[in-house]
């Protein structure tokens, strides 16, 4: 189970992908959670529990739940983007801390469409480009499918 803390008092647990924002932070899909370790290491929980995941549902920090998310994106204006894999969708998370899905329905499939009309299959990796849109890398479907900003 994951811990936070400053520097070596903080514990991960399963991390797997990282991503940095313009400011210097760290974002770290860890576990069935997003931590955030900020420039001075101080390591904090954004969303999700330790040790709970299940399906999707939205909500703020610890209210939301995930099921392994695999990586993490910062676009320019600090929105936080999660690979939520077994879930089968990609998670926004705001600056304000509050979580919901803009693409995947829980079911797998690969399209592209706006907002939760996609459908994701097991989303292993993120990027943003400059203009803002998300571009996944889907493992399950052997695809890459691109999230148009909104």
């Known amino acids: 189970i994951a811990f936070d803390g ?3 008092e ?3 647990f399963n991390p797997k992908g990282i991503a940095v924002d313009k400011a210097g932070t760290l974002y770290v899909a860890d576990g069935d959670v997003i931590r955030k370790v900020t420039p001075e290491g101080l390591v904090t929980t954004l969303a999700g529990t330790p040790g709970r995941s299940g ?3 939205n909500g703020i920090g610890p209210a939301a ?3 392994t998310p695999s990586d993490v994106a910062v676009d320019f204006m600090g929105n936080v983007f999660v690979a939520d894999f077994n879930n089968n969708a990609i998670r926004m998370i705001t600056p304000a801390g509050l979580v919901y899905a ?3 329905s829980g ?3 690969a ?3 706006a907002g939760n009309a996609g459908l994701i299959n097991r989303p292993s990796g993120l ?3 400059s203009s803002g849109a998300i571009w996944v890398a889907a493992a399950g479907g052997n695809a890459i499918v691109s999230i148009q900003p909104r």
């Open 111 to 113: 399209t592209q469409a």
């Open 6 to 8: 400053l520097g070596r």
């Open 102 to 104: 803009i693409a995947g």
């Open 127 to 129: 990027s943003v480009d």
């Open 55 to 57: 399906a999707v549902v």
């Open 10 to 12: 903080a514990r991960f």
């Open 65 to 67: 739940v995930f099921y």
């Open 107 to 109: 079911s797998p499939g």
